[in-house]
């Protein structure tokens, strides 16, 4: 008898999310049947869009999430005993799988840690690599702004403007993720939206205006930098972390003006929409790693008790690169 | 000598343009030079952008604009007494041109009236055709929503939308208008903004939720019309004249949660973008218009002097189609 250790939501948070709206529960799971395997969990992924989940999910659910996990028992010869899977499980310890809509074995990252799998090499790496360069089209030579820089794909999308010969702007919350984004992933500028004028700030950095905006966070900072967009800028909105946590959407300036006078084109998406194209991303940015033109960093909380606090501490900021659990 | 009247923007409105801040003045034009024509004013347009310019306008120039004018006086061979042109000669009577920038001489528009180079077969027109088609892409079956659905622009964007056999969904501020737009130009059904509550009355008239938004208007009706789009769906923002006149842009809830979570295309344009294309558009609308596929109608004022009263009485949505002056 295994008995998994699962993280339940059991009320729908207003505000940040509290120690009592998701619980750490029990389970003890049944027999293997024919074709099942078991799944003992080795990194979960702890992402901003599971909070903008949270209103639409059942309570007393088991919270979404994908994880890298190892088979420790499997009856179903397609996925062998020892062989490491990523599957959209949940946050939980151990997990009765059958068939295989939600798993895929982990492909060969060429050496690199398979917690990889969940941040650069996975669907954060894939959201920047796509979201970035499909929707803002950057060429070189333009100026490109990426908020929440500091994060699992915030970090990622400057480093791939670099590549592609663009100046970046970076914003993020904290000094310290910005010298790691200036100082190590070769960033242009950073602007800590916490203790600078960020319009100001950002007339400074981008003094040619702005023609690429990447946006994970949405409100008034949104706002600000489309304002000193250029004629035909791109937006792509990835997130709207910034108001995630509040009680309702937050009033900005109606942006239609900008967008017309402007004639910006601004595109929300979903990593998804690739799935098709989804090897070509991983295969690039691994590439990329290899030849050190892309950097990562991941903030690992260590012990599966601990994923709420992960969690909160994530949608606060306090991570600097990807977010993981080490179970 | 020759006098021209002119209307002169002594002061930026704020609100709605006030009689002491667009006033007629009086200039007596020099003899002409050399390659130079005189143009009389015969139709004159008013439109919203006019008052979205006027903040970004220098004092004591004149309105900006364009007319269709007929040339009474030439010393250019290229513009021969006697033709009609269109041009950006602003708010004026009589004006002298030098060179071709801001003149064309008027199509053959297949003996419909002159008037029309100035809406459904000139700027409103492309606006509707190419903005419509080429950021909206509809497709059969779809459903379209248009804001000032009774203006220039929104009352062939509408007709056009039903050429390509989607349902379409008017927003405008008059029952008057309503029965226009559904019982002479087609459209499905008809969202009275002032006297309806539009997100309810919205989710009746696109039970199968919203695909294209033609928005010219900005504000509140856009974020209740987004929220009620399909994923994938596509927003061609030609205007916002809902707060052209606001002292002032208007705090709304911020849209980026609806555009990340259906994953939606907003883009802003100017028509002008498709300069190279002009013709195109000017085309297949004749054609329609010959079909009887495409239906117009002009709100004329008469008399040069009445030009502001007809500009402030557009802002106010008292147009139906296309607002002009005859001089």
Same mark, same amino acid.
């Given at each position: 008898?295994?008995?998994?250790?699962?993280?339940?939501?059991?009320?729908r948070?207003?505000?940040?999310?509290?120690e009592?709206?998701i619980?750490l529960q029990?389970?003890?799971?049944p027999?293997l049947?024919?074709?099942?395997?078991?799944v003992?969990?080795v990194?979960?992924?702890v992402d901003p869009?599971?909070?903008?989940?949270?209103?639409?999910?059942?309570?007393?659910?088991?919270?979404?999430?994908?994880?890298?996990g190892?088979?420790?028992?499997?009856?179903?010869?397609?996925?062998?005993v020892?062989?490491?899977?990523?599957?959209?499980?949940?946050w939980?310890t151990?997990t009765?799988?059958?068939?295989?809509e939600?798993?895929?074995i982990l492909?060969?990252l060429?050496?690199?840690?398979?917690s990889?799998?969940?941040?650069?090499?996975?669907?954060?790496g894939?959201?920047a690599?796509?979201?970035?360069?499909e929707?803002?089209?950057?060429?070189?030579?333009e100026?490109?702004?990426v908020?929440a820089?500091?994060?699992?794909?915030?970090?990622i999308?400057?480093?791939?403007?670099?590549?592609?010969?663009?100046?970046?702007v970076?914003?993020?919350?904290s000094?310290?993720? %910005? +010298?790691?984004?200036?100082d #190590?992933?070769?960033? @242009?500028? $950073?602007? *800590?939206?916490?203790?600078?004028? /960020?319009?100001?700030?950002?007339?400074?950095?981008?003094?040619?205006?702005?023609?690429?905006?990447?946006?994970?966070v949405?409100?008034?900072?949104?706002?600000i930098?489309?304002?000193?967009?250029n004629?035909f800028?791109?937006?792509a909105?990835c997130g709207?972390?910034?108001y995630?946590n509040?009680?309702?959407?937050?009033?900005v300036?109606a942006?239609?003006?900008?967008?017309?006078?402007?004639?910006?084109?601004v595109?929300?998406?979903?990593?998804?929409?690739?799935?098709?194209?989804?090897?070509?991303?991983?295969?690039q940015?691994?590439e990329?790693i290899k030849q %050190? +033109?892309?950097?990562?960093? #991941?903030t690992?909380? @260590?012990? $599966?008790? *601990?994923m709420f606090?992960?969690? /909160?501490d994530?949608?606060?900021g306090?991570?600097?690169?990807?977010?993981?659990?080490?179970?």
């Open positions: 008898m295994v008995v998994a250790k699962k993280w339940v939501l059991v009320k948070s207003e505000g940040y999310p509290k009592t709206d619980v029990e389970e003890t799971l027999e049947k024919v074709d099942e395997f078991l003992e969990a990194y979960l992924s869009y599971m909070r903008a989940m949270m209103p639409r999910s059942e309570v007393n659910t088991t919270m979404i999430g994908s994880q890298v190892k088979i420790i028992e499997s009856k179903n010869p397609k996925y062998p020892g062989k490491y899977v990523i599957g959209q499980y949940g939980r151990h009765i799988v059958s068939g295989n939600f798993t895929r492909p060969d060429g050496g690199l840690p398979s990889l799998a969940l941040g650069i090499l996975g669907m954060p894939n959201t690599y796509f979201g970035f360069l929707l803002c089209k950057p060429k070189a030579g100026t490109v702004v908020s820089a500091g994060g699992a794909v915030g970090s999308v400057g480093q791939i403007a670099k590549i592609k010969g663009c100046t970046v970076g914003i993020a919350g000094d310290q993720k %910005g +010298k790691w984004l200036t #190590e992933l070769g960033f @242009d500028s $950073f602007i *800590n939206y916490k203790t600078d004028n /960020v319009e100001e700030a950002l007339k400074k950095a981008a003094p040619k205006g702005v023609d690429c905006y990447f946006d994970n949405g409100g008034e900072i949104s706002t930098v489309m304002n000193q967009m004629e800028g791109r937006v909105i709207a972390v910034s995630y509040e009680k309702e959407i937050p009033k300036p942006p239609q003006f900008a967008i017309v006078s402007k004639q910006l084109r595109e929300g998406f979903i990593a998804i929409r690739w799935t098709g194209r989804w090897m070509e991303g991983l295969k940015n691994t990329w %050190g +033109k892309l950097k990562y960093h #991941e690992v909380t @260590d012990g $599966f008790e *601990n606090k992960a969690f /909160v994530m949608l606060k306090g991570n600097m690169g990807k977010a993981l659990v080490k179970a």
